[in-house]
DNA sequence: TCGCGTACATAACAAGTGTTCGGTACTATA
DNA sequence: TATAGTACCGAACACTTGTTATGTACGCGA
C-alpha cells in the first residue's frame, strides 16, 4: 500500500481550486472540469480526490465553514463576533459571497439544506452566550437570549447580502458604523 | 398583421410556467426545457416569447418582483411592511425562496446584479418615510433613517433566510413575535 | 384567393455536463 | 525483481444545455 504522494496536501491543492473556482462564479459555476482547469489537470484527478459532484459540493461547503471559523477569532465579545462575520475584507466579503451563493443549490437539495440549518443553529448557539454576557453588562435589553442571537444573526446576514450587491454604498466603515449603531440602539442604556 | 393568439395572455401562460419551476427548483432548475415541459409545450414556444436564457431569467426575476409588490400592502405603517416581507404565508415563503435562489445568478451575472442592488435601494427607499413616521411617533430612536431602514431590512431579510432553512423553529407565529419584539426592543419608550 | 406574418412543433447542432473506463507511470512492499 | 496498489491522464459515453433551422397550420389584409 504504497502513498507516494501525501493524498492530504494533494486534497487540498484540489480543495484550494475548488475554493478559487467558487470564489470567482459561485456555484453555478463548480463543475468538475472548471475544478481540473483552475488545478491544469484532468476530470480524472478531481473525481479520485471526490467521488462524485454531490460530495464536491459538500466538500466546498465544508471548506466555507472551515474558513469561516478561521476567520473569527475565538468568541471573545459580541461585537467582535459579529463583525467578524461582515465583508469588511476581500477574504470576508469572498467567503460572505460563496455562502449566499450557496444557499440556491441549499434550498433545493434536501441534504445541504440541512447541513444549512445546522450551521445556522451552531451559529446562534455560539452567539447566545456573548448575547447573555451583554445582557448582564447592560448593553442589551433582557429577553430570551435565544431569540436575540437569532435577531443579531439576522441583522450581520441580512447586511451582508446588501453589502454584497452595494458594495460602493456598504464600505467597510460604512458597515462597522451601522452594526454599532445597531447594537447602541438596542441598548437600553443608550438614549437620547 | 394578424394577431391570432392574444400574445400578452399567451405570455402570461409561459410566465406561470417559469414561476412553477422556479418555485420548486429555484433557479438551478430554471432551462428553457423544463418551462416548456410544465408548460406542455416545445422549446420553441418558451423562446418564441422569451428571445434568450437571459432574457428569461430577467422575466423570472420581474416576476418575483411583481409577487412581492402585489403581497405588500401599499405602505401602511412599518410593522405592515415589514410583516408582509415575512414567509408567514405558503405563496410569500414561495417567493422569499425565489429570491433568495435569484442570489446565486444574481452576483455572478453584472446585469442582474445591478438589478438586484436597484432593487434594494427602492425597498430602503420605500421604508425610510415609515421610519421616519415611527421616528416622529417615539416608536423608533433618533438617527439616521436610511441607516434605520438598512438596519431594518437587513433584519428581515436575515430572518427570511433564517426561517427558510428551519421552517419547524420558525413558524409563522415566532417570526412574527421575532419582528415585534426586535421593534419593541429598538423602542426608545419600552425599556425596563 | 393569394400571400404574409404569427405561432408554434420538430429536429438538429454544438457545447458542456457528470461519470466510466482503459491505460500508464510510479513506488512501496513482498 | 516481481507485484500490487495508488495516482493519475485521456478518451469516451450518455445526457442536458442554449440556440438555430426547417417546416407547417392558420388567420388576417390585399
Redesign the interface.
Same mark, same amino acid.
Given at each position: 500500500m504504497p502513498a507516494k504522494v501525501d493524498h492530504e496536501a494533494r486534497r487540498r491543492d484540489v480543495s484550494a481550486a475548488v475554493w478559487r473556482v467558487l470564489a470567482e &462564479? &459561485? =456555484?453555478? %459555476?463548480l463543475t468538475m472540469r472548471s475544478v481540473a482547469a483552475e488545478l491544469g489537470g484532468s476530470t480524472g484527478l478531481v473525481m479520485h480526490y471526490f467521488a462524485s459532484k454531490h460530495e464536491l459540493i459538500k466538500h466546498a461547503l465544508e471548506l466555507a465553514e472551515e474558513r469561516t471559523r478561521a476567520l473569527i477569532p475565538a468568541a471573545t465579545d459580541l461585537r467582535t463576533a459579529l463583525t467578524a462575520a461582515l465583508p469588511l475584507t476581500p477574504e470576508a466579503t469572498e467567503i460572505n $459571497?460563496v455562502w449566499?451563493?450557496?444557499?440556491?443549490? %441549499?434550498? @433545493?437539495d434536501p441534504e445541504l439544506?440541512a447541513l444549512?440549518?445546522a450551521r445556522? $443553529?451552531r451559529w446562534r448557539t455560539r452567539l447566545r452566550p456573548l448575547v447573555i454576557r451583554a445582557q448582564t453588562d447592560g448593553d442589551l435589553?433582557? &429577553?430570551?437570549p435565544t431569540?436575540?442571537a @437569532? %435577531?443579531l444573526? %439576522? =441583522? @450581520?446576514? &441580512? +447586511?451582508v447580502?446588501?453589502a +454584497? =450587491?452595494?458594495p460602493t454604498t456598504y464600505t467597510p466603515k460604512r458597515l462597522q *458604523?451601522?452594526l454599532d /449603531? *445597531?447594537l447602541s /440602539?438596542?441598548s437600553?442604556a443608550t $438614549? $437620547?
Open positions: &462564479g &459561485g =456555484f453555478g %459555476a $459571497r449566499v451563493s450557496s444557499w440556491d443549490v %441549499a434550498l @433545493t439544506h444549512e440549518k445556522y $443553529r435589553p433582557h &429577553g430570551d431569540d436575540l @437569532t %435577531a444573526a %439576522a =441583522f @450581520t446576514h &441580512g +447586511l447580502v446588501q +454584497l =450587491f452595494d *458604523h451601522l /449603531a *445597531h /440602539a438596542l437600553p $438614549r $437620547r
